[in-house]
């Protein structure tokens, strides 16, 4: 196995009206319900305000950020408990009518280093605070790191994506 050593320190925190995680991975629940579940879910985080404030000895690391619309953030999910970080697979968003796949094949938020990335539009910056929209984040989710999106690096050509995904995100923009 290997092993390297890894510290990552918090440069901020977040604060969000979402309060506990909705994760729920293969709990036992009518798929039709679920989807309805996930689809409200979805369209309420794409509205949700959050702040993210940053270490003020980092202020000024976040200087020009205005410049951009957008923002990755990516967080750690201080509430997955340890057992769920065992987990190899799992049922996408928790839908028991998808077939398992492996954690590394999702984007669920149990995974052995639960690092998460959230691509959301940048609103305002004032000094060492950010408000942002559409970021699914806990409150109190410590920040990792910030970058700006920048379209040329991320435009994927022929990017392929496996039916059950597209499925999937088809029923969530349904309305």
Not at 119 to 125: D, F, G, P, Y
Request: hydrophobic share 35%; glycine share 2%; aromatic share 4%.
């Amino acid at each position: 196995m290997i092993k390297n050593k890894m510290i990552l320190k918090s440069i901020g925190i977040i604060h969000s009206e979402l309060k506990r995680p909705t994760h729920q991975p293969d709990k036992d629940i009518d798929p039709m319900e679920k989807i309805k579940q996930i689809r409200i879910h979805h369209h309420q985080v794409k509205k949700i305000v959050s702040e993210i404030e940053i270490d003020p000895a980092f202020e000024e690391l976040l200087e020009g950020i205005e410049d951009f619309s957008h923002i990755l953030v990516l967080y750690w999910p201080h509430l997955i408990s340890e057992d769920e970080r065992t987990m190899r697979q799992v049922h996408p968003m928790g839908r028991k009518d998808l077939p398992k796949k492996g954690i590394f094949a999702t984007r669920s938020p149990v995974r052995p280093n639960p690092v998460l990335v959230s691509s959301v539009k940048l609103l305002e910056r004032k000094k060492n605070l950010l408000k942002v929209q559409g970021l699914e984040a806990i409150d109190q989710s410590p920040v990792i790191d910030i970058k700006p999106v920048v379209r040329e690096r991320y435009s994927i050509e022929n990017l392929k994506l496996p039916e059950w995904l597209l499925r999937a995100h088809r029923e969530l923009e349904s309305d």
